[in-house]
T-cell receptor, first 115, second 116 residues
Framework: EAQVTQNPRYLITVTGKKLTVTCSQN?????MSWYRQDPGLGLRQIYY???????DKGDVPEGYKVSRKEKRNFPLILESPSPNQTSLYFC??????????????FGPGTRLTVT | AQKITQTQPGMFVQEKEAVTLDCTYD???????LFWYKQPSSGEMIFLIY??????QNATEGRYSLNFQKARKSANLVISASQLGDSAMYFC?????????????FGTGTRLKVLA
């Protein structure tokens, strides 16, 4: 089944404790992206990747890191989480430049709480 | 600055009636894509419909159609014959970037409630 998976789905952590949220897709997509969703603000793009070893900042990259060492994986790293990073996080992937619609396929989301 | 605006935080519609969700956008790019996604209460993001900036005809997908007015920079979603299962949050989004970079911008969403 074609899908985007994220782990963990729920995470409660404390300020300053490094964490990684994994994202994996099995569709051989070139494009992957991370978003955060906050009430009243919609989804905001954190980072995106056009392909392996190619990443770029979205609108809200501060406090986050990403890497794209393999085509299928795009982990989101919070080196020193803070309470304002409490949010619902979505990973998404897309076939990339070869597909006219560039539709994104979303993972199920990761609800992160930082205390 | 590139922006997506959804001015209706919430809307109600009677079952079997049509409803229009508004979306306006702002971009300096000539090539861009416009999307609508549905987010039910369960939380997943579901792709509904896509419109390219160079597409001359409005996109349609089943009961969903996108009313694209390029000069007015609007991309309204029309849902015909509303069903109870259409109750959800709806997001308008734009992909910008001619080549090389593909950023996505989302609106703040419209929560639709379908009444029986």
């Amino acid at each position: 089944e074609a899908q985007v998976t994220q782990n963990p789905r729920y995470l409660i952590t404390v300020t300053g404790k490094k964490l990684t949220v994994t994202c994996s897709q099995n569709m051989n997509h070139e494009y992957m992206s991370w978003y955060r969703q906050d009430p009243g603000l919609g989804l905001r793009q954190i980072y995106y990747s056009m392909n392996v070893e190619v990443t770029d900042k979205g609108d809200v990259p501060e406090g986050y890191k990403v890497s794209r060492k393999e085509k299928r994986n795009f982990p989101l790293i919070l080196e020193s989480p803070s309470p304002n990073q409490t949010s619902l996080y979505f990973c998404a992937s897309s076939p990339g430049t070869g597909t006219p619609s560039y539709e994104q396929y979303f993972g199920p989301g990761t609800r992160l709480t930082v205390t | 600055a590139q922006k997506i605006t959804q001015t209706q935080p919430g809307m109600f519609v009677q079952e079997k009636e049509a409803v229009t969700l508004d979306c306006t956008y702002d971009t300096s790019d000539q090539s861009y894509g416009l999307f609508w996604y549905k987010q039910p209460s369960s939380g997943e993001m579901i792709f509904l419909i896509y419109q390219g900036s160079y597409d001359e005809q409005n996109a349609t997908e089943g009961r969903y159609s996108l009313n694209f007015q390029k000069a007015r920079k609007s991309a309204n979603l029309v849902i015909s014959a509303s069903q109870l299962g259409d109750s959800a949050m709806y997001f308008c989004a734009m992909r910008e970037g001619v080549s090389g970079t593909y950023k996505y911008i989302f609106g703040t969403g419209t929560r639709l409630k379908v009444l029986a």
